[in-house]
Every structure is written in C-alpha cells, then in structure tokens.
C-alpha cells in the first residue's frame, strides 16, 4: 500500500497559520479589549471633585440715636433752652437740638411731641426745621414742619416721614414754639409741659 504524504511546504504552514490567526481567539481578545475599554469610560465618569468655602464673620451693628451727645434714654435729654415763660400771644421761642447717629449702621429717625393734659396745648404751634435760632425765632434751612398744634394729653406726629441719617453723621434741628395769637383769655396762667420723643430705625 502506498503511503500518502501530507505535504510539508511552506505554503501549507502558511495556510494553517492564516487559519489560527484568523480563528476564534483574537477575536475574543478582541471583543475583550472593547469590554475593557467601556468599563474604563465608566470609571472616568465616576470620578468627583469637591470644594469648601468658609464664610467670613457675621456680627451684628448697633443703633445709637443721641440727642446732643446725650442718649435721652432712660432719661430724657433736658431741652432746657426750649423754655418760656410768662409767654403772651405771638410770642415764640426757639432753640437748636443736634441729632446724632452714633450707632454702626446707617438709621432713618421720626419724632413725636407728647403732651400733657391742659387747654393751652392746642394753642402752642410747633415749627422745626433745619435752621438756625435766635433764641426767638428759626431762620434759614428747609422747613420740616410748620404751624403744627401741640395734643393736649396726646401726641403730635412731628416728623412722621424718616429722615435718614448716616452712621457717625448728625443733624441739627431748630424748634420754633409760638403762642397762638388768637388764644382765649381764658387760658391765662395755664402751662404744660411737652417732650419730644426721637423714634430710630435702620434704614
């Protein structure tokens, strides 16, 4: 019997090798190496950064009104120089009060007169503005209020409107108070007695 030879040429290693390379193997490196490469992608998108930041201080400002240098509170500011006596109609009498904000922050400010009980009250007329006094009369600045009548065992809205006043900064108000013209004789030798009251807030 003759023997059948598988030949040996290199065309035949040739082709076997191109079956290999062409088998199952690399293409499952292959399948392999796009698994790897998305699981790589999905660890990149997984990956964070954080950041921190620390505030500063916070502390609180203060409101501090004073009526020349005088905090009027608890006790009240003397205005002794907004004083008259014997008063007969038509007569005035006027003085300056400085206003000061000593506080931290900037405050708007409104004023009140608070009278006592008495019949005279209506027929004192108040006027403030930012003027100067002669100790009778203001003169000069913007008028803030004018011809305004005292309450008797009430209150006047003397400034209702605020008027805003920077931190560290003042302003100097003239009081003006005359005796109506017109009021009875039947008011003679009457008094009362009124204070005006500075109400702050922030602006």
């Given at each position: 019997m003759s023997r059948h030879e598988v030949p040996t040429t290199s065309s035949g290693f040739g082709a076997r090798a191109r079956i290999l390379l062409s088998g199952g193997k690399p293409r499952a490196i292959a399948s392999l190496g796009i698994v790897l490469g998305l699981g790589a992608i999905g660890t990149l998108a997984a990956w964070s950064d954080s950041a921190t930041a620390t505030s500063g201080?916070?502390?609180?400002?203060?409101?501090?009104?004073?009526?020349?240098?005088?905090?009027?509170?608890?006790?009240?500011?003397?205005?002794?120089?907004?004083?008259?006596?014997?008063?007969?109609?038509?007569?005035?009498?006027?003085?300056?009060?400085?206003?000061?904000?000593?506080?931290?922050?900037?405050?708007?400010?409104?004023?009140?007169?608070?009278?006592?009980?008495?019949?005279?009250?209506?027929?004192?007329?108040?006027?403030?503005?930012?003027?100067?006094?002669?100790?009778?009369?203001?003169?000069?600045?913007?008028?803030?209020?004018?011809?305004?009548?005292?309450?008797?065992?009430?209150?006047?809205?003397?400034?209702?409107?605020?008027?805003?006043?920077n931190n560290g900064a003042s302003e100097t108000l003239c009081f003006q108070v005359t005796l109506d013209p017109s009021v009875l004789t039947s008011e003679q030798n009457k008094t009362v007695s009124t204070s005006f009251n500075f109400n702050a807030t922030t602006a």
């Open positions: 201080v916070f502390s609180t400002g203060s409101v501090d009104l004073q009526l020349n240098n005088d905090p009027g509170n608890p006790t009240a500011y003397a205005f002794a120089s907004l004083t008259k006596t014997n008063m007969m109609p038509g007569n005035s009498v006027a003085a300056t009060l400085p206003v000061q904000n000593k506080g931290t922050v900037p405050f708007s400010y409104t004023m009140v007169a608070n009278s006592t009980s008495s019949t005279l009250a209506p027929y004192l007329k108040v006027l403030v503005s930012t003027g100067t006094s002669n100790g009778t009369a203001c003169s000069g600045g913007t008028v803030i209020a004018n011809n305004l009548a005292l309450t008797s065992g009430g209150s006047t809205n003397v400034i209702p409107t605020g008027r805003a006043l």
